[in-house]
């Protein structure tokens, strides 16, 4: 348990309760086996859905459950304390998809798209990535030509969380590649659309049941209503999504952190040897002290860009600097506590038998996407310079 004294409403009590029971009885069950098979877990996700997960923020009107970031951090957090791959793909759907169509899209695109997939009835996506262009995403070469009112859209993206089973896709291409990133404009499209399809299935190190695959897109042709901002805007939009989804991750950091503590604490407790429990050890209580001491710094960093985020909804404020350093602190605790939970397992933590290994594997990726840990460092450094 946390010892934070933080002023929750009974609203964030609700929903923090209501994901732990939910996480438990439904997810804690299966995840070790979705982990082996990598298949995506169709049937958790869609009661995820039914239950508000997937668009917590969303405002009901456009189908989601309209509460605040705060809320939605708290649900994040629980279901990832769980299963990591169960709360990358909710983080996708609530932040990496539905933030930048509530913000930068028409009345006609948010009626359209945004309630199916903060419904939890379809899963979105949201592709910026490409094989040759990842942190320095304004040297992309897929290419959007106006034809008309249509785009034609060619190009290879990569690393497209539910690539594999996205309805709706906000992807991102070059109208202008004179211009670099000022050249880069969103899309909106669907699945169906001829000349998409999807490409191979990243197999994966950690967050297994989360599907992983690259999208392509030969002559594929959406109309300009699909257009998702201005031409030259997409970079903007790419980075402001961005923003929102690395306070996500860093609660999803911040949930496998827990979950590799909580079950060290135990382990330390129970575990004997040399005449004596292992956490008697210091060796082992100062591991246990730093790893606590670093999740509850992670907590308020979190809860504090969740409530940059939400005062940001009224005044217009960045929390750039916020979210990057929630993200990068909280990345690296989930790699620190977890790469220690292991330890303190000795033989059992390296054991398919219980998820400590399975906690370390997911760790790691939340110090790669939605920008490297030395990508926060760059974003924070340049502000506290007052860098472009
Ligand atoms: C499982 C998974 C899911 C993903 N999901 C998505 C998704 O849904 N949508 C999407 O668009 N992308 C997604 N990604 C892509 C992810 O965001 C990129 O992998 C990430 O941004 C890094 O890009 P890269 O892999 O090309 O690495 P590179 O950019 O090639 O970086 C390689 C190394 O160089 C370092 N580096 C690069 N530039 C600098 C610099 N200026 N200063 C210091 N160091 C630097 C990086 O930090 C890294 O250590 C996903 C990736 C993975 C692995």
Redesign the pocket.
Do not use: H, P
């Given at each position: 348990m946390s010892n934070l004294i933080f002023p929750f409403t009974d609203e964030h009590r609700m929903i923090r309760d209501t994901a732990r029971d939910f996480a438990r009885e439904k997810i804690a069950p299966i995840a070790a086996e979705f982990d082996e098979s990598g298949e995506f877990p169709h049937e958790t996700i869609k009661k995820m859905g039914e239950m508000g997960f997937m668009g917590i923020e969303v405002p009901e009107e456009y189908g989601g459950a309209g509460m605040d970031t705060l809320s939605y951090v708290l649900a994040e957090e629980e279901i990832a304390k769980v299963d990591a791959a169960h709360g990358?793909i909710m983080s996708?759907n609530n932040s990496?998809y539905c933030t930048g169509i509530l913000k930068f899209g028409t009345e006609e695109q948010k009626k359209k798209y945004v309630p199916p997939v903060a419904s939890g009835k379809a899963i979105g996506?949201?592709?910026?990535?490409e094989p040759?262009?990842?942190?320095?995403?304004g040297t992309m070469k897929s290419r959007a030509v106006r034809d008309g009112d249509s785009y034609i859209l060619n190009g290879r993206?990569?690393?497209?969380?539910?690539?594999p089973v996205a309805e709706y896709i906000v992807v991102?291409m070059m109208t202008n590649p004179e211009l670099h990133h000022r050249g880069v404009t969103a899309f909106l499209v669907e699945a169906g659309t001829p000349g998409f399809s999807r490409g191979k299935k990243?197999p994966?190190l950690?967050?297994r049941a989360?599907a992983?695959s690259e999208l392509l897109f030969e002559d594929c042709r959406v109309p300009v209503t699909n257009r998702l901002g201005e031409e030259g805007e997409g970079f903007k939009i790419a980075m402001t999504v961005l923003d929102s989804g690395r306070i996500g991750i860093a609660a999803q950091a911040l949930g496998i952190a827990e979950a590799a503590y909580e079950a060290s604490v135990e382990y330390a407790r129970e575990r004997e040897a040399f005449g004596q429990k292992i956490g008697q050890f210091q060796g082992i209580g100062f591991k246990l002290a730093d790893m606590k001491t670093h999740i509850e710094a992670t907590r308020l960093l979190t809860y504090n860009a969740a409530l940059a985020k939400q005062r940001a909804k009224t005044t217009g404020e960045r929390f750039t600097v916020e979210a990057a350093m929630a993200k990068l602190f909280a990345s690296e605790t989930s790699m620190f506590v977890t790469h220690a939970a292991v330890q303190i397992h000795g033989g059992m933590g390296y054991s398919k038998e219980l998820p400590i290994e399975r906690y370390f594997r997911d760790a790691k990726?939340t110090e790669?996407?939605?920008?490297?840990?030395?990508?926060q460092?760059?974003v924070i450094a340049r502000s506290e310079l007052g860098l472009k």
């Open positions: 990358v996708v990496l996506a949201y592709s910026l990535t040759m262009s990842g942190s320095d995403a993206k990569s690393w497209v969380t539910s690539g991102f990243e994966k950690g967050i989360s992983t990726i790669i996407y939605e920008g490297t840990s030395e990508i460092r760059l």
